[in-house]
């Protein structure tokens, strides 16, 4: 496992001799005050050299001027130009610094390259003296890397990041509701194939954020915290959200609470105050003291969003619901009935007046269609609105990021109640309305320089 204080070093020379050479020298460099461990590669040609840089990270690169594209081809200067184009503008990632280190004629050399800011033209010697220079830049990159990892510890990068777990019924009509500016909707390389789009997005009220979405490309658990923790290291974005769709649970509330905003209903949304894992706990033999189930031991760990932003939410929509509410009714009016229509099965009906709950959610690791399942997770969580696959390991992932962490919440529209009733013409529209709702929360937190 790589350390902060690793520093990863590629040498890329056709002598076998001057590479021995080379190599026995900088591996033992020091740098004063710091705790330094030399990692050192090294390839022979353009080839090998291509290969490395797109499978690993290099701090600094010590590259001779005149190589082979393979081994044993002529060395040229221009295959070493290209390998430094290909650094420059195609390597995954980039290098603090290059030494171009070379025995060819001066006037020669300069002919095809131009030294820049983190790229200096030394002439080899077997005394060393280009190696005092190159102490010194390592040095520097040391230094660098230290700011580098504070900042990026205490200073966010993009200003939203969404996350789906499903693709066709969650991320693609998402993806179609944000409000892009013009061209600026790229998709990020590097993302292991997951659909993802970046941008600025407009605002309702007129002003652009930076903006992200990724589909995880897969339900569960365990999936979704892994990516999670990569993305926000990734990222690092100010608001991050996991939007899409979920079961409703219609459980009746409690003697004396209101009946009707208690339960939930087709195209409602649920902002996740908090999260539990419903097979989170321990089976065992009828236990009089257990009343909500006789067989199962409930000891789930509820995760939360973090404590202040969570207020601010709640108070906003406590007095802005009704808005948001609204333009989701507003969107499913506009939406087509027939299709909808034909889609339902059973007694399930879809009604365009949603309602838009602050109310706890529960994930479990596995697909839920059984009405005698859903009666037991209502037995054992008699307080959760919704149920899904990744809502608690998404707040799981949050609070236990190092660094610089984001303000983040769970919002998902109810697309069917897990008891066989599917309404798949539902799906994409509750994902939608989950965006909607977020639209809003977004222009609460974000300050207005963002």
């Known amino acids: 496992m790589r350390s902060s204080n690793d520093l990863r070093i590629l040498i890329v020379e056709d002598d076998p001799v001057k590479l021995a050479a080379i190599r026995e020298d900088v591996s033992v460099m020091t740098v004063p005050g710091a705790d330094l461990r030399i990692l050192i590669d090294t390839a022979e040609c353009y080839t090998d050299a291509t290969r490395m840089l797109d499978a690993q990270y290099y701090d600094v690169i010590i590259l001779d001027l005149r190589i082979p594209i393979l081994i044993p081809d002529e060395a040229r200067l221009e295959n070493s130009r290209l390998l430094y184009q290909y650094i420059r503008k195609s390597a995954p990632s980039k290098p603090f610094y290059i030494l171009g280190l070379t025995s060819a004629d001066e006037a020669e050399v300069k002919d095809v390259f131009k030294e820049e800011a983190n790229f200096v033209i030394e002439r080899y010697s077997s005394n060393g003296q280009w190696l005092e220079k190159l102490q010194h830049q390592v040095g520097f990159v040391v230094s660098a890397k230290a700011g580098l990892s504070n900042y990026l510890n205490h200073n966010y990068g993009i200003d939203v990041l969404i996350v789906t777990a499903r693709k066709s019924n969650e991320y693609d009509p998402i993806l179609s509701a944000i409000d892009w500016e013009g061209k600026f909707c790229q998709t990020r390389p590097g993302l292991n194939g997951m659909s993802n789009k970046f941008g600025q997005a407009k605002l309702s009220d007129g002003r652009l954020v930076s903006m992200g979405i990724v589909c995880l490309d897969e339900m569960g658990l365990s999936h979704s915290a892994a990516i999670t923790t990569n993305l926000v290291?990734?990222?690092?974005?100010?608001?991050?959200?996991?939007?899409?769709?979920?079961?409703?649970?219609?459980?009746?509330?409690?003697?004396?609470?209101?009946?009707?905003?208690?339960?939930?209903?087709?195209?409602?949304?649920?902002?996740?105050?908090?999260?539990?894992?419903?097979?989170?706990?321990?089976?065992?033999?009828?236990?009089?003291?257990?009343?909500?189930?006789?067989?199962?031991?409930?000891?789930a760990m509820n995760k939360y969003p973090e404590r202040d932003y969570w207020r601010a939410v709640d108070r906003y929509?406590?007095?802005?619901?009704?808005?948001?509410?609204?333009?989701?009714?507003?969107?499913?009016?506009r939406a087509d009935k027939r299709k909808i229509r034909s889609g339902l099965k059973g007694e399930v009906k879809f009604v365009t007046n949603a309602i838009l709950h602050r109310q706890p959610i529960v994930s479990g690791t596995c697909v839920i269609d059984s009405g005698a399942m859903i009666d037991e997770i209502e037995a054992r969580f008699p307080r959760a609105f919704g149920l899904e696959m990744e809502a608690h390991s998404f707040y799981s992932a949050i609070d236990c990021c190092m660094g610089i962490k984001p303000k983040a919440l769970v919002i998902k529209g109810v697309a069917d109640f897990g008891d066989g009733s599917k309404a798949k013409s539902v799906q994409k529209l509750a994902s939608i309305a989950a965006y909607i709702s977020y639209k809003h929360i977004i222009e609460l937190d974000l300050p207005d320089d963002s």
């Open 317 to 333: 929509l406590d007095q802005g619901h009704g808005e948001i509410e609204t333009k989701i009714e507003t969107f499913y009016e």
């Open 233 to 299: 290291h990734l990222f690092r974005p100010r608001l991050m959200a996991m939007l899409g769709m979920c079961c409703g649970l219609k459980k009746l509330p409690k003697p004396g609470h209101d009946k009707e905003r208690a339960r939930t209903k087709l195209g409602d949304v649920i902002v996740a105050s908090e999260t539990s894992c419903w097979d989170e706990g321990k089976y065992e033999d009828n236990d009089p003291k257990l009343v909500n189930s006789p067989f199962f031991n409930s000891r």
